[in-house]
């Protein structure tokens, strides 16, 4: 039987591992043998002092600090979730870069988008200053106690914003898969040593792009100063990938309409015009893509918008957001060059369709409305689709997101931040996803990506799931530190909260704030609005403790395992956490042969948190034949029990057997 080890992800083991793979000669005894590393990269080792280097003061422990494991754990919160029993989101509290590390056994190389929004650092928008030796101590303290800001005087600004970004995105990058994206809004306060650090940690070649965002109007206060500066309208986003990311072919609409994209086609879907343009767009297309095109073509109708907008009810006020959202099947027409009609009313002769493909002799392919005007000489018959010339890709510069007005999206009032929904379902739609890919924010705020991966979901028919993490950091004490509006700003979502019979903490906004969405729209929709609450807290079992402090104990009661105040289900997600295991997979709890079981995913791992075990009942659950099974390490009534029982669980296909 294995002992299952308390601590999270061991970074530095696995490094090991992978470099093992690429020399394995370099290894021996877990040890690498750094002279024959440099032997084999011959040349390419650097040996310059003077080389190109991005440092800082407390580089070195921020490096370290990534690397370093915890014993940390997240314990659940049914009654602060939101329906906890078929919810796949997850809403974690407490300080990132430790929720962080105690995910990476579960959702090392798992996550499909990381988008963060972290402070800027402008002064005062700092939670605390991180305390590498002990982070979670460091955690518990300050959320009890006051919380610091990293002021501007402190005269280390940038160097206390690098060492808190560097190992959160070091552990970020661990945790996107080979596919992954990572997105980071950032201003001019700090975007160049950020793009520093992220070239160091993904790489330069991995380096996306900087996305230019404008996040306000030239208006107010700050054109008052235009003498003295130029006012600032923009931000970043700065996008960086793992390895391989594919990005969605995404269209913004133009600025307005052009009225000559009047019909729009039934009978035909989205995929098929793609199909279709696919086949256009492609010089090397055959004669059987040709005939795969009239086939979709066979059985359209193009029909007036007003004729359309009228039967399906759609009020002129909304008609510009439809036409705009139809796009890809709204047309006009226009006249062609002589040769070209010719081509065409050869086709006609045989093809009575609404529409058909013609080929030219410099190899284009043409759409072509079969029912056209045959009276006048020069007849409008190629099909053109407004998408192609009425939306545009948005690149690397987004001025069209309404950042004004936004104070009431997402139901919550967090003037201080809050990003525009838009913002976060274009990046969301910008990236290949799938269903059941994950997506994450590890500094949500009021909880923007959470509303918005939702409503994307809605809106493209998908299931990704969430993970957002929020520090509890208490409104009551920032509103101290804060002068005037937004001291103003921060009593009033003080007061929201308590109204709503919540604490004054920014998780618990988030929370509200996904809550408020699911109130609004469950009626309208089948998908996933929940969230299964977790809160970052220190390990629930007394031993693996002892690894946190690093300090002798004294020898621990066997008899009580689980610290005071802690529940079964805490120690059950711990022990999900630690063995890597997916922690919102269905759990069902069981009585077999008197003793309760957890069944995670539907039996394949087996979690039984009793004392006492006899073989009888090791029998019966053994005989379920989960391949996985986890005890407490005392459990078994005495050590022949014990021997017996792992003679059991193997002749029984049980292939792993852990005691924690
Ligand atoms: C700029 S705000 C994000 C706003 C968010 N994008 C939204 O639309 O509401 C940054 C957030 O990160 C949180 N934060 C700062 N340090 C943190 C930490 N160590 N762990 C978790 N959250 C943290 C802050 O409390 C703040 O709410």
Known sequence: MDKLDGQSFHTVQHNIEKMKELFPEICTENKIDFAKLQLLLGEQIETEKERFDFTWNGKTEAIQSAQKQTTGTLRPDIAGSLDWETTKNLYIEGDNLEVLRVLQNSYHNRVKLIYIDPPYNTGNDFVYKDNFRDQMKNYKEHTNESLESNAVTSGRVHTEWLNMMYPRLKIARNLLSDEGVMFISIDDNEVDNLKRICNEIFGEENFVTTIVVKMSEPTGVKMTHVKRKIPKLKEYVLCYKKRNVTFEKIRIPKSTWDNEYKTILTNISKKEIEELKAIRDNEDRTIKDIKKSDVILANIQAVPVSEFAKKNNIEKRDLAGFLFTNAWRIIRTVSVAASVKTIADEKRKTNHNQAFVITTPNNKLYFINNHYNTAVESPRIKILFADDYLTVHPCDFWADIKTTGLDKEGFVDYRNGKKP?????????????????????????SGTFGEATVRYNIESNLSLRYILVQINENLEQLQMKLSSEAKRDTKKLIDYLKSVGRKPLLSELGKERLVCMKREIQHSTHHDLGFKNFKLDTTNLKKWEKYLSNVEQMPINLTQPVKQGRSEEDVLFEILLKQGIDIVLPIERFILGECTVFSVNGGTVFICLEKD????????????????????????????????????????GVEEVLVI
């Open 613 to 652: 075990l006899s073989l009888d009942q090791i029998n019966i659950l053994a005989s379920k034949k989960p391949n996985r099974m986890v005890f407490y390490e005392d459990c078994f009534q005495n050590e022949e029990v014990r021997n017996k029982a792992q003679q059991i669980l193997n002749q029984n």
């Open 421 to 445: 929904l838009k913002l976060i379902k274009r990046i969301l739609s910008m990236v290949a996803l799938k269903d059941d890919d994950i997506v994450m924010d590890f500094f949500s705020g």
